[in-house]
């Protein structure tokens, strides 16, 4: 199973590609998706998706992981997060149906690290560790990788077989399970 990590953003869009075969986690891939800042950000949308849409065909993932909307004090980049997220997530649909999945940044943080406030510094470390990949390009780029990371094992039971629709610590549900009860999916 392929595993695409999305730390999504604006201007900076981080990804990275895991494998799982059984219960072995293998790095494949990351990188980040630069956005023209030259440009307002209505004009970066098609950017956006045709840069996202050329990477799910290059990477041809089973599921996608995402961070979820975060905190943040200015209302304009919360609202372009989310705009960027449903660029994103749109583009995605046709690739990986309803396996989107997404994780709070608290999340991610303690899956990987073991605590939910750790720095960009502990990430990294503890990615390194882990996967063994230590050299990233920004921090949009290993923040990826501990989505997906994050992904793969929160999802565990369900790689291996079992069944993780039941299970209520997970902290994850696929967005059509999250809008169901919201829109006819």
Partial sequence: MLVLGIDPGSINT?????SVVGSKIKYIDSGVLKFNT???FLMRMPEMKSSFKALLEKTNPDQLALESLIYVKSPTALMKLA????VLITESIEFVDDKIFEYSPNLVKSTTT??????????QKAIKMLLGKS???THDES???????????MRGKNITGGSNKNNKKSG???????LAHKVNL
Wanted: net charge positive; hydrophobic share 40%; charged share 25%.
């Fill in 143 to 153: 923040d990826a990788v501990a989505i997906a990371l994050c992904h793969v094992l």
């Fill in 83 to 86: 705009q960027t997220r449903g």
């Fill in 135 to 137: 050299d990233f390009a």
């Fill in 114 to 123: 073991g605590h939910g406030h750790a720095n960009k510094e502990s990430i």
């Fill in 14 to 18: 981080g990804w990275a590609l895991l």
């Fill in 172 to 178: 994850s549900r696929s967005m059509k399970a999250s």
């Fill in 38 to 40: 030259k440009k307002d």
